[in-house]
């Protein structure tokens, strides 16, 4: 069988398989086995096992664990609470204001997690009520929400990276710290949006006068709830900038500083420790059941042929390499709205990849774009896993049909967004660069 049929049956398979809602790892796995039989040889299966051990003595994906228990540990600690009440006290009398912090807190629990969901799940808690009480359009609302809650796939330490590193072979260091400039500059274009936004459109968000009045003093005296969350910040990023430990020791310093944070509040406590690590557990695992399928799955895919036909494709075309780059984005903003981030990097990195260093890409911001593009996915309607994050939090009043209408503003800056790295790659590359220094 030629490989280009194999790489039409393959992904075809996958396709279809994945529409049925089945567990994407035992998709993966199982297809790996099934081609395996049909078209390769029985005792090629060894290749499965062998994915299965190199998972498991893999160190860097220690920090996934680490960084995934830091984020839970904070989750429950109430300084996300802490954060928006500060922020509140701030901006509460600047038009959007609410809408602003919002975003601004997203940065700072991106910062300090990671996690998409965690952020999404805690502002739509806390914010959503708060904005639309004070007469906030619920589209502007929700549209924020879930964009800025999307920035902890693109702001360090984000576990997204450092699967790709992984899975890309490239530094998880300069992957961590070349999200950075990128993440802001996505929350720039929202803030600013909002500003030209509400102040074009006076009814998207309520007047300063309805905020109530705060002195000069209690805004200063909210500010030390920013004290450990910078400090947290600071002991994860800056350990890694300055290369005084690896990203897996940098999550470790991390969880101690969310345990830290949640001591100060008197939140540390068993029950919480217990239930924190049960859900680092569950994540975990999921997560290495992916990695084990993936794996399996592309090993068994480069060992048809299917990576050297579509590679050999590739070359015969006579387009752009820009064009080549274009599609490939796309495919993964398709994939963002069906399949979770792991699930897509460890599917996809191994057959772009060979692709993106034909094409004489940089890898690292190859990986930015990457990291934007499956946030693409994520806010995208109708399937983007963020707008089902939001769904849970919102009030019988606001329907699935706001979220849509107000997440596409967003997702048109996150193509700006896209587009300027795409133009610029200086802003991907500019601090990674430093590093190497």
Known sequence: ????????????????????????????GGLSVLFTVLFWNPQALIILILQVFDTMRSEALLAIPLYIFMAVVLQRSGVIEDLYRAMELWFGRVKGGLAIGTVIICVVMAAMTGVVGAAVTAMGILALPEM?????????ATGTICASGTLGILIPPSVLTIVYSVTAQVSIGKMLIAGIVPGILLASLYIAYIVIASWLKPELAP???????????????????????????????GSIFFGIATPTEAAAVGVFGACLAAATRRHLTLSMLIDSSGVTLKSTAMILWITIGAKAYVAIFTGLGGADALLGTIQSLQ??????????????????TV??????????????????RFLGFDEIWFGVLYALTIQMGYISPPFGYTLFYIKSTLPNEVGMG???????PFFLLQIVGLMLCVAFPQIATFLPALMGR
């Open 319 to 336: 387009v752009s390499p820009y064009l080549v780059l274009a599609v490939m984005m796309l495919i993964l903003v398709f994939l963002g």
């Open 207 to 237: 007047s300063v006068d309805d905020a109530p009045r705060v002195s000069l003093a209690e805004r200063l005296a909210s500010l030390k709830t920013l004290v450990l969350p910078s400090l947290i910040i600071v002991m994860v990023l």
């Open 339 to 356: 399949l979770d981030e792991i699930g897509i990097i460890l599917l996809t990195v191994p057959v772009f990849l060979p692709v993106v």
């Open 132 to 140: 639309l009480k004070r007469g906030y359009d619920p589209k502007l």
């Open 402 to 408: 706001t979220v849509y209408r107000g997440i596409l």
């Open 1 to 28: 069988m030629s490989a280009n049929l194999i790489l039409i049956l393959m992904f075809g398979g996958l396709t279809v398989f994945l529409l049925t809602g089945l567990p994407v790892a035992f998709v993966l």
